[in-house]
């Protein structure tokens, strides 16, 4: 536990993680490394202790940047991953690096989302994932290439066919109507 203090009186805060299961983390290091290529070994993982729960985690990256594999040309987007945990989770600032490390990466759109995809399904396993981006127009052209995985049981088979069938954009991230 934690100690404070507040008006004299010490405060106990109980804490969710214990000290052992977060020494591993480069969460909090003063001097953040940031990788300048493709980085997927930058990616964290934590245990869930909920496993036996089903609850969505999302995340959005709003400044995502790649570059054009042709062109060299930047290339901009929010990235929206959506998941399910099953024993994994994704640490959030390792995430961050992550998504960093595809600053000076040249690929397409859709190798990007597919890319972020199958690397978040093979570091957490998780029951359902899906990643979406919404790249900015560029030459008056809008890209939003969208990819999923979930694992064998029939529900979350059922989950990801059923959104993948169901997918346009706008429809699991932000109304279109609200972007331009």
Partial sequence: ???????KKVVSIKQGRAAKELENFALGEAN??????????VLEAFDNK???SDAWTTFLCTEFTSLCPKTAQP?????YINYIADKKMVESKSLKLYLFSFRNHGDFHEDCIQKICDDLAKLMKPKYIEVIGEFTPRGGIAIYPYSSYSNSK???????A????????????????KIY
């Fill in 1 to 7: 536990m934690a100690k404070v203090k507040a008006k």
């Fill in 32 to 41: 953040t490394q940031y990788s300048m290529t493709y980085a997927p070994e």
């Fill in 50 to 52: 909920n496993p036996g």
């Fill in 75 to 79: 290339d901009f987007a929010r990235i």
């Fill in 154 to 160: 029939p529900l979350y088979k059922s989950i990801k």
């Fill in 162 to 177: 059923k959104r993948f069938a169901e997918y346009s954009p706008g429809k699991y991230t932000m109304d279109m109507s």
